[in-house]
């Protein structure tokens, strides 16, 4: 029986897959350690010597892996003889290429935002994990979707899906530092001021009773982005009242309770894994993974930008992205009616999808609405995130549809 695919490129495309999985979990560490090499004092943080290189080495690591899944990428189409984003495997392959390079051009080089790399790269490796669970040889597609759309369509829903996993990232970190803020200025005796979008800030020379001798960071609210030497090319400074200060970064740690970050999203990854995959391994995996990442983003907190910048770049994320979204489903429209006759079915995906873009049309309406910007709104995308991947994995496996990838 003929070889439905080239083996040579299809080897090659799978050993530059894992090249790429390994570089990006070798720069995620590195990310990571590169905080831990970042002095935090009372007020301010200052990138050491050791932290400096140790960001640059993993800088240099993501782009080599980021060369090496795109060239994966390519031989998968190779391969295949066709745009390699046909099934769950390449698309979640594509999806974390694009989260990871956007990350780098965007997060770290625009905004000088590196320190959130190490969470982008978190999402993107477990994307890819998850794409090795579904992994399928490469081969031609059905021919009712043999079609240019494949190029337009995927494509653009691949670009969003990809921008609101930066911008999960980002809403996730406010969501915490916002707390860290807010529990400081409580603990102080002071109001909040100085924020449109719910972040805590305090007076200056207000004093911090549980800190040890922890003075407010006066000057820019944007102090932290600074730490390990990135400074901004275009600050996302949100709406900060001039003079207004914000708590020591070392307390904002000590204020947040460390097992929640962890038992939290154990609790809802594990079983959410065990769901889609029944496989006991893969979700207690996923599940340490998971606690991993959330005492990790405790940990981080005095590294951070301050939560309204974090939360001004989830906003011009999204709003970014959902355009491109608004885009995906109308080319995947006019393709149903090329490919069954019919613009619009009700198909299940295509309900998941609408249903998507319907909440990300209300966090942005929720962003431009008094009494909802700020942690209202930033559930509402966490919410749209996940709303995103119940459709992608969830029903794309389990539900029986014109869409249903299951047996992939």
């Known amino acids: 029986m003929a070889e439905l695919y080239d083996p040579q490129f299809g080897a090659a495309s799978n050993a ?70 046909a099934n769950m495997y390449e698309y979640s392959s594509a999806l974390s290429l694009l989260a990871v390079a956007i990350g780098l051009v965007v997060l770290q080089r625009r905004l000088g935002l590196g320190h959130l790399m190490g969470f982008v790269l978190a999402l993107a490796t477990t994307t890819m994990a998850i794409a090795l669970m579904l992994y399928t040889d490469p081969g031609p597609i ?7 759309w494949i190029r337009i369509h995927v494509t653009s829903a691949m670009v969003a899906s990809a921008i609101f996993m930066v911008a999960f990232a980002a809403t996730a970190l406010y969501l915490v530092k916002d707390t860290a803020e807010r529990r400081v200025a409580e603990r102080s005796g002071q109001g909040f001021t100085g924020s449109t979008v719910g972040a805590a800030s305090v007076t200056p020379g207000a004093e911090v009773a549980a800190g040890e001798g922890a003075a407010l960071a006066e000057g820019e609210a944007g102090a932290a982005p600074g730490a390990g030497g990135d400074q901004p090319d275009d600050r996302l400074d949100g709406d900060a009242v001039e003079g207004a200060g914000y708590a020591s970064p070392l307390e904002q740690r000590r204020v947040l309770t460390a097992w929640p970050f962890g038992v939290v999203p154990a609790a809802v990854v594990g079983p959410f894994t065990l769901v889609v995959y029944q496989a006991p391994v893969a979700a207690a995996v996923s599940a340490f993974v998971a606690a991993a990442i959330g005492l990790l983003s405790r940990w981080s907190v005095p590294h951070l930008p301050d939560a309204k910048t ?32 019919r613009f619009w079915g009700w198909d299940p995906k295509e309900t998941g999808s609408f249903f998507t873009w319907v909440l990300y049309a209300a966090y942005l309406h929720a962003r431009s609405t008094s009494g909802w910007r700020g ?16 459709t992608y994995y969830v029903v794309n496996l389990f539900v029986v549809g014109l869409h249903s990838y299951a047996g992939v």
């Not at 939360?311 to 489903?329: K, Q, S, V």
């Open 142 to 148: 059905v021919p009712s979707l043999q079609s240019y």
């Open 16 to 85: 530059l897959f894992n090249t790429a999985l390994g570089a990006y979990l070798l720069a995620m560490v590195g990310y990571f350690f590169r905080m831990a090499f970042t002095k935090v004092a009372e007020g301010q943080t200052t990138a050491t010597r050791a932290g400096r290189r140790i960001g640059v080495a993993s800088t240099v690591i993501a782009s080599v892996g980021v060369l090496a899944h795109t060239a994966s990428i390519v031989t998968r189409g190779l391969a295949a003889e066709r745009v390699p984003w």
């Open 375 to 390: 942690r209202r709104a930033a559930w509402i995308g966490v919410v749209s995130f996940a709303a995103l991947m119940v």
């Open 310 to 341: 974090l939360d001004t770049l989830a906003y011009r994320t999204i709003a970014f992205g959902f355009p491109i979204w608004t885009f995906a489903i109308i080319a995947g429209a006019v393709w149903a009616e090329e490919a069954w006759g």
